[in-house]
């Protein structure tokens, strides 16, 4: 069974990043070969990264931190939704990326973004050259929501279509072949150590 944890990029009041985080999620669950697991931000309260170590050297000191650890050690693969703020992501998603290292390796990476006319691409553009130094594989499959705000009704509900449907399973499928790949890759690297 591989394990996707999908993790919210924002822990703004009234976050618009849980309606494509329970759609995702919704989607995913429909699939047979992978548990889906919830990483909110919000609800995790990480303070802004305080371990006297780098976390190369894997030695933590803080409990969040080991919490934090055990969450994405346990991981197969991983899907980010992120806002675009100013031309990048959330500084809270960065806090918890950078928290560890050792932990995101040899695991594949998708993004969701959101956000004005880029619609969140900037934002993944920058968290890509993040994933490749903590030796993370990011997934060519996205799935950008531009002006996302246009797309809700009254009550503020975003309404994803076919299209959105077709990007999500394109995604998951490509996320599930590599998270078995790279899970097979992890035994052998850990193996030699």
């Known amino acids: 069974m591989?394990?996707?944890k999908i993790l919210t990029g924002s822990t703004r009041p009234d976050r618009f990043n849980v309606q494509p985080v329970a759609w995702i999620?919704?989607?995913a669950k429909k699939r047979k070969t992978i548990k889906t697991e919830l990483v909110d931000l919000e609800k995790l309260q990480l303070p802004f990264l305080d371990e006297p170590m780098a976390p190369m050297m894997h030695k933590y000191?803080?409990?969040?931190?080991?919490?934090?650890?055990?969450?994405?050690?346990d991981a197969d693969g991983f899907i980010f939704v992120t806002p675009e703020y100013n031309h990048s992501y959330s500084a809270v998603l960065k806090n918890a990326i950078d928290y560890l290292f050792y932990e995101w390796n040899c695991k594949p990476v998708s993004f969701i973004g959101y956000g004005s006319i880029a619609g969140g691409s900037r934002g993944i553009e920058h968290l890509r050259g993040v994933?490749?130094?903590?030796?993370?594989?990011?997934?060519?499959?996205?799935?950008?929501?531009?002006?996302?705000?246009?797309?809700t009704d009254k009550d503020g509900t975003y309404h994803?279509?076919?299209?959105h449907e077709k990007a999500a399973s394109d995604m998951l499928d490509s996320l599930i072949f590599w998270a078995e790949r790279m899970k097979e890759a992890r035994k052998l690297i850990n193996a030699k150590k």
């Open 61 to 73: 000191s803080k409990e969040h931190t080991k919490h934090l650890s055990k969450i994405i050690n």
């Open 2 to 4: 591989i394990t996707i």
């Open 25 to 27: 999620t919704s989607i």
């Open 131 to 151: 994933a490749a130094e903590l030796k993370m594989y990011d997934l060519r499959e996205t799935i950008l929501l531009p002006n996302y705000w246009e797309n």
């Open 160 to 163: 994803f279509n076919e299209q």
